[in-house]
């Protein structure tokens, strides 16, 4: 599987934006860019996918490096309730997520 | 709608006793995982099924362990002669078919083995 990396924590204001980074250099064509949160004491958490175009729901924004070798997750206005662990997964027309070890979100009120 | 779910939500036992835990898909979800996470890592692949066969049982650490899904449905995952080390949160989810469909995660069952 090709790797990620992500740093091992960040720290947010309430309200404020969150950019999470995550590099995957070895990215190849197929593989799409998966992001999950976990909450503490809960089980991982879809947020969103892409392949190569940006992207946006209700939850996060997906922003896809021009070359795919990176890629960041937006949160628009950190929350409380937005605090958790959040992985970057490489996923290719494969039904098994391989989870790293993500970045910790701390959200200070 | 009901997400997945997973009983018991905590198991305690004794090294060398088999537990069964549970897990109920979504409804209508054909594709179910299982995977064990350890404090401080994230979660890891243990067997995947599509209907009611294993299609790929490859991350289950030993002969111990064992799923099910009879019915292609519920699924049960077994571990006979458990070790200390076996304590972890076992994660189930489903999905509607495999290829990049999002995966709905219930909140686990904490094993742990005294």
């Known amino acids: 599987d090709a790797k990620t990396t992500q740093p091992n924590s960040m720290e947010s204001n309430e309200e404020e934006p969150v950019h999470l980074p995550c590099n995957h250099s070895?990215?190849?064509?197929?593989?799409?860019i998966h992001w999950y949160r976990q909450l503490p004491s809960q089980g991982p958490e879809y947020v969103i996918h892409g392949l190569t175009s940006n992207v946006n729901n209700r939850m996060a924004s997906l922003a896809i490096a021009e070359d795919r070798k990176s890629s960041t997750l937006i949160l628009h206005r950190a929350t409380l309730r937005d605090a958790a662990v959040y992985y970057c997964i490489l996923r290719s027309n494969d039904y098994k997520l391989s989870f790293g070890a993500g970045t910790t979100v701390t959200v200070r009120a | 709608g009901a997400g997945v779910s997973q009983t018991p939500s905590n198991k305690v036992t004794e090294k060398g006793k088999y537990v069964e835990l549970r897990c109920d898909p979504i409804?209508?979800?054909?594709?179910l995982y299982w995977y064990r996470q350890s404090l401080g890592q994230g979660p890891e692949f243990l067997i995947y099924f599509q209907g009611t066969g294993a299609a790929d049982d490859s991350g289950l650490p030993n002969d111990r362990f064992f799923a099910v899904r009879p019915e292609g449905s519920v699924s049960t995952l077994k571990i006979q002669r458990t070790e200390r080390g076996d304590s972890a949160v076992y994660l189930c989810a489903s999905s509607l078919s495999p290829q990049n469909q999002p995966q709905h995660f219930g909140d686990g069952t904490r094993l742990s083995i005294l």
């Open positions: 070895t990215i190849s064509g197929t593989d799409y």
């Open positions: 409804s209508g979800h054909t594709a």
